[in-house]
């Protein structure tokens, strides 16, 4: 099992940016793909941005395609999602997601407990 936490939210102009981080602990970080995902108020969760395990390989939503990019750090265990361009859209809480697969599935075996970012207009 593993253990994710993130960090990173707050609140920021519209156009600006923000870099969230996602630690893991417990088993072998190398073993998970990593998701990012956000839910907004009165909305579903939905998927954000995915890495495969190994780091190769990313993929986006198209609402964020452009102005965001994930990322992971192997030495220091954590996924990183730098987001650009920020609208208030982008507004939601921000989730972590790792999968026991070498790309990511979009599904989340584990899960953060979330961090908000609040984007003003």
């Known amino acids: 099992q593993v253990q994710l936490v993130e960090s990173g939210g707050g609140l920021v102009q519209a156009g600006g940016s923000l870099r969230l981080s996602c630690a893991a602990s417990?088993?072998?970080?190398?073993?998970?793909?990593m998701d990012w995902f956000r839910q907004a108020p009165g909305k579903e969760r939905e998927f954000v941005a995915g890495?495969?395990?190994?780091?190769?390989?990313?993929y986006y939503a198209d609402s964020v395609k452009g102005r965001f990019t994930v990322s992971r750090d192997h030495t220091k265990n954590t996924v990183y999602l730098q987001m650009n361009s920020l609208k208030p859209e982008d507004t939601a809480v921000y989730y972590c997601?790792?999968?026991?697969?070498?790309?990511?599935?979009?599904?989340?075996?584990?899960w953060g407990q979330g961090t908000q970012v609040t984007v003003s207009s």
């Open positions: 417990g088993r072998t970080f190398s073993s998970y793909a």
């Open positions: 890495i495969t395990r190994i780091g190769l390989n990313t």
């Open positions: 997601a790792a999968e026991m697969t070498s790309r990511p599935l979009r599904r989340g075996d584990y």
